[in-house]
């Protein structure tokens, strides 16, 4: 199992937020939503999986002559 850690959003909008968190909670990522000290908009924060390599580029839709 790949380690995880907590990842913070920059500050935005209560329905940014909302559908941000709705996104996470669909893939079953643990989230929390805190707001910002001048009460002007959110943090959101979500626990993502750490992994030792990053992934692989799909070469699937690119041209060849491109790479």
Same mark, same amino acid.
């Given at each position: 199992? @790949?380690?995880s850690t *907590?990842? &913070?959003?920059?500050i935005?909008?209560?329905k940014q937020a909302n559908d941000l968190i709705k996104q996470? &909670? $669909?893939?079953?990522?643990q989230t929390s939503k805190q707001l /910002? @000290?001048?009460y002007r908009? *959110?943090?959101? /924060? @979500? $626990?993502l999986p750490e992994y030792k390599n990053q992934p692989r580029q799909s070469y699937v839709w690119q041209?060849?002559?491109w790479r």
């Open positions: 199992m @790949a380690k *907590w990842f &913070t959003h920059e935005m909008s209560t996470y &909670t $669909l893939r079953n990522i /910002s @000290a001048d908009g *959110w943090y959101v /924060s @979500a $626990l041209n060849p002559m």
